[in-house]
């Protein structure tokens, strides 16, 4: 089939001596959709653009996903920052100052207990942010091990570890959760491996799947032939090949575990007090929704935004990394 003009526009007219004009490459510009490479000749050497430069230009251009990128690098600036310029103590209870409204001093008012909602809220971004980021980094990290081990060796080693996820999934998230507090007791880490107990599984099947289509190429039956240690078959042959699909899971997955966190502790399952997240101050507004309807609808809308900024990220990374959505 032959190639359009707007495909390819990198033949250039120049006059030749004793001859007609020949074409000669020039300048080459390709569909930066998908991984095809863009061409430039300068001074008769071409100069490709990888995989990840595509990417990350074909990114840049996604105006909504950089301007979500931006809400969402502001948000965690003022949640690391702005207990520094408030200088309150997030749990110092004050009996005199309950449910002020927004003031110069208190910028998002104080809560049924007098304390300073700003510096609350900061502190819940924060934790809240901690604890989807590392449970999210925990479960993807422990579930591509795990996959990779499972298709790698393959035979009764993948049926008897397939099975073993097939149990997982099979048992409520929200049962396993609370086994886990009861057993571990409350507190940000525990909720943190709650979290990536729960959700390992998926991360799991996704690598088995990748490397069952990657260990067939020659490179890697070239490593194992010549007796390569497993962990550097992963790390130098399997790993660098599904580290796009690996970021884009990392991008779907913090936004799950952010709601998954809010809605543990709204149910009061997950984090406990003295300490607090968005889901705690989301619990704690509900109680005064209808006389101080302020602290319940900022740690709502900061949610909101948060959750949205990263799926919205997240679609960008889809559509600049897999070769499936790239038009």
Same mark, same amino acid.
């Given at each position: ?5 707007? $495909?390819?526009?990198? @033949?250039?007219?120049?006059p030749t001596?004793g /001859? ?9 510009? @390709? $569909? !930066? ?12 050497v #071409? ?10 230009h074909? +990114?840049?251009? =996604?105006?909504l ?17 702005g ?7 997030? %749990?110092?209870?004050?009996? $005199? /100052? ?11 008012g104080t =809560?049924?207990?007098?304390? =300073?909602l @700003?510096?609350?809220?900061c +502190?819940g971004? !924060? ?5 989807a980021?590392?449970s999210?980094?925990?479960a ?5 091990? *795990?996959?990779? &081990?499972m298709?790698?060796?393959?035979g009764?080693?993948?049926e ?8 997982? %999934? /099979?048992l #409520? ?8 507090m009861?057993v ?6 525990t909720?943190? @491996? ?11 099947? !996704? ?10 190429? $020659? *490179? ?10 497993l962990?550097r078959?992963? &790390?130098?042959h ?8 690996l ?9 799950q ?7 543990l ?10 300490? &607090? ?5 989301? /619990? ?6 209808l006389q101080?309807?302020?602290?319940? *609808?900022?740690?709502i ?9 990263? %799926?919205?990220?997240?679609?960008g990374?889809? =559509? ?8």
């Amino acid at each position: 089939m032959a190639a359009s003009k707007q $495909d390819f526009q990198f @033949f250039k007219k120049v006059p030749t001596v004793g /001859s007609e004009a020949a074409p000669v490459v020039s300048d080459a510009t @390709f $569909d !930066q959709s998908g991984a095809t490479p863009e061409i430039n000749v300068h001074d008769g050497v #071409p100069k490709s653009v990888g995989f990840w430069a595509s990417a990350r230009h074909k +990114l840049f251009k =996604d105006r909504l996903a950089m301007f979500w990128t931006v809400i969402l690098i502001l948000i965690v600036m003022v949640a690391l920052i702005g207990p520094k310029i408030q200088h309150y103590d997030p %749990n110092l209870i004050r009996v $005199d /100052s309950r449910n002020i409204g927004p003031s110069a001093a208190h910028w998002l008012g104080t =809560d049924r207990l007098g304390r =300073d909602l @700003f510096t609350r809220l900061c +502190l819940g971004v !924060q934790v809240s942010l901690l604890v989807a980021i590392l449970s999210t980094i925990l479960a993807i990290g422990f579930g591509t091990i *795990y996959g990779m &081990t499972m298709a790698f060796f393959g035979g009764w080693v993948d049926e008897v570890m397939m099975r073993i996820i097939e149990v997982f %999934n /099979s048992l #409520p998230s929200l049962l396993i959760t609370m086994l886990l507090m009861i057993v571990l007791g409350d507190g940000v880490w525990t909720m943190l @491996f709650a979290l990536a107990v729960t959700s390992w599984s998926s991360s799991a099947r !996704q690598a088995r799947g990748l490397v069952m289509q990657l260990r067939g190429l $020659d *490179y890697v039956m070239a490593a194992v032939m010549l007796d390569t240690p497993l962990w550097r078959i992963m &790390t130098r042959h399997l790993v660098p090949n599904m580290m796009s699909i690996l970021i884009l899971d990392i991008g779907q997955s913090i936004p799950q575990n952010i709601f998954g966190e809010a809605s543990l502790s709204f149910l009061g399952m997950g984090i406990q007090a003295p300490n &607090t997240s968005l889901g705690i101050l989301i /619990s704690n507004g509900q109680d005064q929704m209808l006389q101080h309807p302020m602290q319940l *609808y900022v740690p709502i809308l900061v949610l909101v935004a948060i959750v949205f900024a990263f %799926n919205i990220v997240g679609d960008g990374l889809r =559509d600049a990394l897999d070769p499936k959505f790239q038009s």
